[in-house]
């Protein structure tokens, strides 16, 4: 499993990677508010904290209630409340209550007549966090960042990618699919040798870091260390703000989510090899001929493997 980190030492904040989608530009009044919410609430604390599980409780019937009502909801003041939407990403309530209003009705699958069978009740939880996961992607992954990171990894002399616990298989699936389309890749599997790697990187290079909690210590002192070389730190991670968005320059979040029984961590497995499936597509199209031919000998090799 991940492990908690040491606050990271003081440092200038990396050109605005861990920012919510600006609401100045209608983005954040368009997207998925409770993915919106869920990948800022690690980051939050005491009436903050408060505020924003109540609106994540309310759901739409926020539309209804004052500012003081929410208030009172969170146990808090008003002024709290405007300072947990800024928080957010709003520039206050109202913007916040705009966003909701604008939220689809949100579809409710089937229930699933479990009968009593835990296997039955484990797939209909596991599909339904699934679902919210994807669906808040839109929310928490501008396209322009996702850009961004590919056109890094495109420019990159080499890229090192770095995941450990359950964030590991994230990883080397990563490598697999970066090489496939050309681009030099190491993934160390041990996380020694892995910030080893990230000390002797030029700064040609990228190190990819990928942690749902942003907060692995071995993770998060590879991300520390490449970024020490001058090498870009791109993080895929599940929180706006954590120890190795901090040490990033460009933070892809998706998948943060607010579960029970650790399905946050599935759910956000998932909604990373989305975005890493979203990189790879984006890099064979900025590879042109070359980043085409390598796809072709990665289909041919694995072909050669196949019955």
Request: with cysteine; charged share 20%.
């Amino acid at each position: 499993m991940e492990q908690n980190s040491k606050p990271p030492p003081p440092s200038p904040p990396p050109p605005s990677p861990s920012s919510p989608p600006s609401s100045s530009g209608g983005s954040a009044r368009s997207t998925d508010l409770p993915a919106l919410v869920r990948a800022h609430l690690p980051a939050l604390r005491g009436a903050e904290e408060r505020v924003a599980r109540t609106v994540l409780e309310q759901g739409a019937a926020l539309v209804g209630l004052s500012v003081s009502e929410v208030a009172a909801l969170a146990g808090t003041a008003p002024s709290s409340v405007v300072r947990a939407c800024q928080r957010l990403g709003f520039r206050g309530f109202q913007e916040l209550k705009i966003a909701a209003a604008r939220q689809a009705p949100a579809s409710v699958a089937e229930p699933v007549d479990s009968g009593g069978d835990p296997a039955a009740r484990a797939l209909s939880a596991t599909l339904a966090a699934t679902r919210e996961a994807l669906d808040g992607l839109s929310a928490t992954l501008p396209a322009e960042r996702l850009g961004e990171a590919a056109r890094l990894l495109h420019a990159a002399s080499r890229v090192l990618v770095v995941g450990a616990g359950l964030s590991a298989p994230v990883a080397t699936d990563t490598a697999y699919r970066l090489r496939a389309v050309g681009r030099p890749v190491d993934a160390p599997a041990d996380p020694l040798t892995a910030q080893l790697s990230a000390g002797l990187l030029p700064d040609s290079a990228v190190c990819l870091a990928v942690s749902h909690t942003g907060a692995t210590r071995s993770t998060v002192e590879a991300a520390r260390r490449a970024r020490l070389q001058g090498a870009a730190v791109i993080a895929l991670t599940s929180y706006v703000r954590s120890p190795l968005t901090e040490a990033s320059d460009v933070v892809l979040v998706a998948g943060g989510q607010d579960l029970v029984l650790g399905l946050e961590a599935v759910a956000s497995r998932l909604a990373h090899l989305v975005v890493v499936d979203a990189l790879t597509l984006a890099l064979l199209e900025l590879g042109g001929a070359p980043a085409r031919r390598a796809l072709e000998l990665s289909a041919d090799v694995t072909a050669d493997h196949t019955y």
